[in-house]
C-alpha cells in the first residue's frame, strides 16, 4: 500500500507542473489568434480607405479601444462599408496595466501580444469571458477613426 502511495505521489508530482505549463502555453496560443484576428480586422479596416491612429499611447488604453470602436461599428446603409463591422461588436475587454496577465496593446500600426512579465497597459486577455451577449451601444454622432 505504501509503494501505491508513493508511485501516485511521484506521478502526480510530475504531472501537476506539466499540466500547469500546458494551461499557460494553451492561453497563450488562444490569446496570440486574438491578435491575429484583430490584426486581420485592421486590414480589412484599411482597405475601406480609412485611417486608424499611428501614435500609441502607452499610458492608457485610449488608442486601444479608439481602434476596437472602429472595427466594431457597423457602417449604416448610406455610408456603407463592405465587411462592417470588421470585428464583433460584442467585444468588450478591460483596460491592465497588471503585468501578470496577458494583455493586447496598440503599437501604432497593429495590435500586439504583452505576455506576462512583459510591462505595459492593455486590453486583458480573458479567453472568451469578454465577449457579452449584446453589442456595443454606440453614442448618437459617433464616427470611427479616420471618417472624413
Known sequence: MVT???IIGMLAAIAIPVYSNLH???AEAVAT???EALNRAVTNFSHSCWKLPT???ASSTDDEYAVLRSLQYKFPADQLKPGSPFFPPTY???ASSNSKDLRIRWNGKSFEL???GQF???FRFNSGNDLKKTNYAFSSGY???GAN
Open 55 to 57: 501614435a500609441p499611447n
Open 33 to 35: 489568434d486574438h491578435v
Open 92 to 94: 468588450d475587454p478591460v
Open 120 to 122: 505595459g497597459t492593455g
Open 4 to 6: 501505491v502511495v508513493a
Open 114 to 116: 504583452l505576455k506576462p
Open 143 to 145: 464616427k470611427p477613426e
Open 24 to 26: 499557460n502555453s494553451s
